[in-house]
């Protein structure tokens, strides 16, 4: 099949082929089809006994100049059919399968169609080919045949233009070696002297040495058509002693007629009249005919030509310029374009003309041309010694395929954008509002959007919230407000909204909706906002959830917009059920997230507070809903009064870590407290419960225990003993503000692994003043980042909020608003304690407050 002549002459296509003009007019048209139909590549293909790439785009640009056996082409096979090629599966498509570029992999599917040009010659193929499968459409197959005569139009435009340079080089050429003759018409003796070189012009028999006649000899010669316009030149010369120019055709005695061109002087007597005609002719048919065939052509081709000469008249116009310009030519030729066509002043097309004829250089714009025409052209214009000649081609089609394609686009990004809005939180309100900030300009004026509470009453509005609204003018924002404000305590039952809320579908008003929105509610201040806000059309859009309706969104257009038609309806009515799944989501994610961080909390309990010494606790849950984990503090007294803090975590994130901290917790406070014994000790005696009782978790954990002698007391100095399970090292920022971290050679293994682990302790002494900061892994480990990383952002920022001497309340609070991420995905728990001196009354925030009754009270 491959191996097929191409349909009709392929002198043509070799035609087109020598003439293919290089540079980027065909590769533009080449990419405008690649981007059109957002494919990887395109190609114009010329086929003869070989195929010839004369344009290309994408993985094709390279192979512009080419040639290659036409029967390994796939536009071979385009060019066979003579219509559109659709292959969305090349691989497995058995016309085109066994050439090589679906063989190497480098074409998976393809389009291509016919490049027919205007005597019907199928002279090649305009294709777009992607590596991969993929599905070809009804309008890409349209707009894809559009382009081809583009392509076609230049590739015969710039044959055209080659040819008649030539043929204007070559009829030069024969005009200098022709034989031009030359003539004497005496006026006083009526004598026409004709020498050798014109008697063989007329083709006069016997005159090789001249001739001598009449004017009437000459008349005999001349075609009857031509005549009368010859003698009135000859005797406008005779009559003004002037120029004389004439072109004509003669019949010579043989039949045959010629075109000659003659150029002569009249000249004057010693009296004044003109006493003799003098001149030469020459042979002119062959321009003639040169050009009736650039006539013929321009005639026939598919996009419309005309030439302007150096004064903006047209000089001639081609049929389809005709159409287009909306004129005939007898009232186009030698009319100035810039008065039969006033709007073009000011425009591109005045712009480019002028600059074009200043500047001697071509130029190429697209530009939109209103009334008569109404149209968007493709316009080519380049001067040449005698004007600027035009080609122009309507490509409103290609234009509107191009901006519907656009538009698709903004469309498809702005569900994009609205699946990001939407799932970049499950904060309700948040999520609606950024749906606001989305539908407002792109498709609509101005919208309201509300919320849907559970226990809501259509009845009497409760559970009915406007949450989010916003308005294309910012100066209608204050309008806006105050009409979110009043709506729901001022509607009446006939209201869209409520309409649109109990029956769960969309209710929609087009034209004129003032009016009928103003009625919807009692006389009051919000009918006067909507006389203000003037909508002229609406929408109202129920955002459905799992079963139940969630919230509305409501669009308004002014006149100037108009209604939303139904592409824009389609989007909207996508964009109103993902708004509604995520406020649906929102609503179960607080529940399950409530219920989650209240079973969390439930198993910490508040911490003791001991003399001179202020302990602060937090507790803040991952971002996901019922993502409980085994995050856990702890801060409680030993009976000889010494005060242990807790920090720890169990492996996990969901309600069975929870419960396995709950066991391990339980187990090390009533160790720690009933034995009285020291970190380590305690860690151990957990490891061996966890053991016995084959509780079955594993945890990371500090343990400390804060104590003082007397002697130590008297110094102002506390020790701090603690034993590390794998757990971050507790951070110390001292009085001075410098910070240092409690860390060991190499932490001891988690608990749960190895009850015979034998566990280290370390000591420190501190000044009173400083503060022990305990904290779990939520708060300093970041996906992507170190941990290395992690603490020493953390050392730096408790050195920044400890220069500043806050409470340790506030401390902490802030603590965690530098250090945690807006999405954080682990539970944090903290416990700090702040040793506050003691030679000095107690500060507020400071025990003891809350000691148990078996332990003595040092005040």
Known sequence: MADAPAS????????????????????????????????????????TDVQTVVGGAGGAAASVGLRSPRADSLCTVTVTTGAPLVVPDAVHDSRVSGLPPVSSGQVGSYLGVPLSTSDGSTVGALCVFDLSPRSWSPVEVSILSKLASSVVAELELAALSDEH?????????????????????????????????MVQLFGIAGGADGFVGTIDDFNALLHPDDRERVAHALQSAVETCGGYSAEYRIVRPDGAMRWVAARGRALGGESGPAVRVLGAAYDTTAQRDSEARVARVLETMNAAFFHLDRSWRFTYVNGRAERLLAHARDQLLGQDVWELFPL????????HYRAAMVSGEPTSFEAWYPAPLEAWFEVQAWPDPDGLAVYFLDITERRAAHDEAQQAAARAQLLAEDTTALSSTLEAEEAVARLAQLVVPALADWC??????????????????????????????????????LRFRELQDDAYV??????????????????????????GEARELVAKLAPDSF????????????????????????????????????????AGLALDSSRLYRQQRDIAEGLQRSLLTAPVEPDHTAITVRYVPAAQAAQVGGDWYDAFLQPDGATV???????????????????????????????????SAVLRGVDAAIETLQVGVTATVVVARVEQTPEERAQGLTRIRWSNAGHPPPMVLHPDGTVSVLSSAEPDLLLGIDPAEQRSEQVVTVQRESTVLFYTDGLVERRGESLEDGLQALREALARLGSSGLPLEQLCDRLLAQMLPEQQEDDVALVAIRLHRQDRPRPAEAGPNRVPPSVPDED
């Open 498 to 523: 409520l309409q649109a809320l109990r029956a769960g579908t969309l209710v929609h008003g087009r034209g004129g909706a003032t009016e009928s929105v103003a009625q919807v509610f009692v006389e």
């Open 645 to 679: 803090l807790v920090i720890g975590d169990v492996v996990g994130h969901d309600t069975a870590a929870a419960a396995a901290m709950g066991q391990v917790r339980t187990l090390l406070r009533g160790i720690a407290v009933y034995s009285g014994l020291g970190p």
């Open 448 to 485: 309201l959007v509300t919320l849907v509470d559970d226990d809501h009453d259509a009845a009497s509005r409760r559970g009915l919230r406007d949450v989010a609204w916003h308005h294309v003018d910012p100066a209608a924002m204050p309008l806006l407000d105050r009409y979110a404000e």
């Open 539 to 578: 929408v109202v859009l129920p955002l459905q959830g799992r079963g139940r309706t969630v919230g509305m969104l409501t669009l308004f257009n002014g006149a100037a917009r108009g209604p939303l038609d139904d592409r824009d309806l389609d989007i909207v009515r996508d964009m109103a059920g993902r």
């Open 344 to 351: 073009a002043l000011g425009t591109d097309f005045e712009t």
């Open 165 to 197: 340079t030539t043929s204007q080089v070559a009829l030069a050429l024969a005009i200098e070696a022709a034989e031009v003759g030359t003539f004497d018409w005496d006026l006083r003796t009526g004598e026409l002297s004709w020498d050798g070189r």
């Open 8 to 47: 009709e002459g392929p002198s043509t296509a070799s035609r087109l082929v020598a003439h293919a003009p290089a540079g980027t007019g065909l590769d533009r048209l080449a990419e405008l089809a690649s981007t059109l139909l957002h494919a990887s590549s395109s190609q114009i293909s010329l086929i």
